[in-house]
Antibody, heavy 122, light 112 residues
Framework: QVRLVQSGAEVKKPGSSVKVSCKAS????????INWLRQPPGQGLEWMGG????????NYTQKFQGRVTISTDESTSTAYMELSSLSSDDTATYYC???????????????WGQGTLVTVSS | DIVMTQSPDSLAVSLGERATITCKSS????????????LAWYQQKPGQPPTVLIF???SRESGVPDRFSGSGSGTEFTLTISSLQAEDVAVYYC?????????FGQGTKLEI
């Protein structure tokens, strides 16, 4: 049973960058899409993008294109999401989640990491 | 982008009663290769990540109680909880995975 464990909460200044990690254990890592989503406080869920670890193929939503970078380190079964040029609008809980349908991006998500709260404040 | 719209935004149901949540997509999400609808339902409790309840619009995830069921096709979908239990208090989201960007409904807050 795969488990995703994310890095801890971050407080960042406007204009800076944040890099969140997501370490997988207990299952296959390379052959499943790892997705990143976010949820602003009290609001809904937004998919940011994903990566196929075995190929390094990424798929980003247009909204974050050029500002987000998703990567993986296969040696440690860890995925990363880096978001740059932060503003207060980026304050949210960021989740990693595995796609169920292998290397297909078109999938529902299970399991999810526990979430990482990123607060952007001056 | 496919827009997902849930109704209602909030719902109060008595214990043991039926709860019904509707989700409408702005375009058809029927996946032709298997003739199934690319629609999932999630439950999110406070301070926790979402957990999947239903996928392919009507397939129940392993371990999910059978009081949860999904139905619908094309652009209109329904999540039904047949007999509400106290532990079902949560926010429920639908999600389309037919095409990127994968989008969610705004959520329905279910209360007793």
């Amino acid at each position: 049973q795969v488990r995703l464990v994310q890095s801890g909460a971050e407080v960042k200044k406007p204009g800076s960058s944040v890099k969140v990690s997501c370490k997988a254990s207990g299952g296959i890592f390379n052959n499943y899409v790892i997705n990143w989503l976010r949820q602003p406080p009290g609001q809904g869920l937004e998919w940011m993008g994903g990566i196929i670890p075995i190929f390094g193929t990424t798929n980003y939503t247009q909204k974050f294109q050029g500002r987000v970078t998703i990567s993986t380190d296969e040696s440690t079964s860890t995925a990363y999401m880096e978001l740059s040029s932060l503003s207060s609008d980026d304050t949210a809980t960021y989740y990693c989640a595995r796609g169920v349908r292998g290397i297909e991006f078109t999938s529902w998500f299970d399991p999810w990491g526990q979430g990482t709260l990123v607060t952007v404040s001056s | 982008d496919i827009v997902m719209t849930q109704s209602p935004d909030s719902l109060a149901v008595s214990l043991g009663e039926r709860a019904t949540i509707t989700c409408k997509s702005s375009q058809n999400v029927l996946y032709s290769p298997n003739r199934r609808n690319s629609l999932a339902w999630y439950q999110q409790k406070p301070g926790q990540p979402p957990t999947v309840l239903i996928f392919w619009a009507s397939s129940r995830e392993s371990g999910v109680p059978d009081r949860f069921s999904g139905s619908g096709s094309g652009t209109e979908f329904t999540l039904t909880i047949s007999s509400l239990q106290a532990e079902d208090v949560a926010v429920y989201y639908c999600q389309q995975y037919y095409s990127a960007p994968f989008t969610f409904g705004q959520g329905t807050k279910l209360e007793i």
